[in-house]
């Protein structure tokens, strides 16, 4: 069983900065990528920035610039920095995770989200 506590999002003028914060905890032995998923009403959910346990990372263009994915320093926790925010990054954002536990393989996770709101 595996967990994720979701944190950070709420309303924001544009131009705003918001940081997110995920952590996975329960039956976990190694992380592997973590990262950040997007759904705006009436959207399909859509990638955001993903860091990989080596430090990869890969972001959608759309935030390019903006945004900052990193982890945490025990590696079960990733943070979104979010800086120049604009009214098309509104949206409830996820938390994903690739983990492997103890007696499990690895498998993919979502957290439950938490709804960022860009509004003057």
């Known amino acids: 069983q595996v967990q994720f506590v979701e944190s950070g999002g709420g309303l924001v003028q544009p131009g705003g900065s918001l940081t997110l914060s995920c952590t996975a905890s329960g039956n976990i032995f190694r992380p592997y990528a973590m990262g950040w998923y997007r759904q705006a009403p009436g959207k399909q959910r859509e990638l955001v920035a993903t860091i990989t346990d080596g430090g990869v990372t890969n972001y959608a263009d759309s935030v390019k610039g903006r945004f900052t994915v990193s982890r945490g320093n025990t590696n079960n926790m990733v943070y979104l920095q979010m800086n120049s925010l604009k009214f098309e990054d509104t949206a409830v954002y996820f938390c994903?995770?690739?983990?492997?536990?103890?007696?499990?393989?690895?498998?993919?996770?979502w957290g439950q989200g938490t709804e960022v709101t860009v509004s003057s």
């Open positions: 994903n995770a690739d983990l492997s536990g103890y007696g499990r393989g690895r498998s993919n996770y």
